[in-house]
């Protein structure tokens, strides 16, 4: 968290509250005070307070407050009593839970520095889960491929990826530091994501996941459980996903039946 913010700079000082407008005046504020944490404050800024606010913008301080609270209620910003209101990490949005894609390649499209840690990437005998998702026999080769995923150099994902062995013959061999695994397995394996089915469940953080995420145990994560199909719709890839609560949300987009 920041210091006391300056004195509303040029651009902020061109937007005042329309009197002869018919939107609420709470309404107006909220947009520009969303204007303002598009283009002038960071993550962890504090927010002038609700004296300041009433003052610049000359509207009650019950104006400001509804104002404010929808802003911390879309969690854009934080509210701590005592202190003052500040401006909250923005959360990755992850689109791809409609559509093939892989994760490095959507953090990528949005502009996103990623990088990886890989714990496991061996070949293990496949589960009774593991053969059921895939499609093989039980105590087949599966190979075990295990990251953690850093978005912005901050930990924000913890993947455990599961593929037939005899699908991906020398995969365990190839550096996957840092790369697409979604882009190795087409470019050496002629392998496309086409249709996949996809579950999100919220809970707390156990130790280990709360250890690799850099968060308090109990913490709120997200997560994902995914079996996705080549064009062929033959299975070639289970994954469970732990995400970071503070860091992530889905975008569910509905369309008609």
């Known amino acids: 968290m920041t210091g006391s913010p300056a004195s509303p700079p040029a651009r902020a000082a061109a937007r005042r509250i329309d009197r002869r407008s018919e939107l609420p005046f709470y309404s107006q504020l909220r947009e520009i005070l969303l204007d303002r944490l598009a283009n002038e404050w960071m993550t962890g800024d504090k927010l002038p307070s609700e004296a300041d606010l009433c003052e610049y913008y000359q509207v009650s301080r019950t104006t400001v407050r509804q ?3 929808q802003l911390a209620h879309e969690g854009l910003i934080v509210k701590v009593k005592g ?3 500040f401006v909250a990490d923005r959360k990755v949005d992850a689109t791809f839970v409609q559509r093939a894609a892989g994760f490095y390649d959507e953090m990528v499209q949005q ?3 990623i990088t990886s840690r890989v714990l496991a990437q061996r070949v293990v005998p496949a589960s009774v889960r593991e053969a059921a998702q895939l499609e093989i026999p039980i105590g087949a080769d599966v190979v075990q491929f295990d990251r953690v995923r850093y978005v912005d150099d901050e930990p924000a994902q913890i993947v455990y ?3 037939p062995g005899a699908r991906f013959p020398g995969f365990v061999d ?4 840092d790369r697409s695994l979604y882009q190795v397995l087409a470019e050496r394996y002629g392998c496309r994501p086409a249709t996949g089915r996809r579950r999100v469940e919220a809970r ?9 995420l850099d968060v308090p145990e109990g913490s709120p994560v ?3 459980q995914s079996l996705t199909r080549d064009t062929d719709q033959q299975p070639f890839e289970w994954f469970v996903a732990v995400y970071r609560g503070d860091r992530f949300q889905f975008d569910i987009e509905l369309v008609a039946s």
Not at 174 to 177: K, L, S, Y
Request: hydrophobic content about 45%; proline content about 0%.
């Open 67 to 69: 104002a404010v609270d």
């Open 83 to 85: 202190v003052g209101a």
């Open 111 to 113: 502009g996103r520095d």
């Open 161 to 163: 990826t599961r593929l």
């Open 174 to 177: 190839i550096d996957m530091t």
């Open 204 to 212: 707390g953080a156990d130790t280990t996941e709360a250890s690799l």
């Open 222 to 224: 997200l997560v994902m």
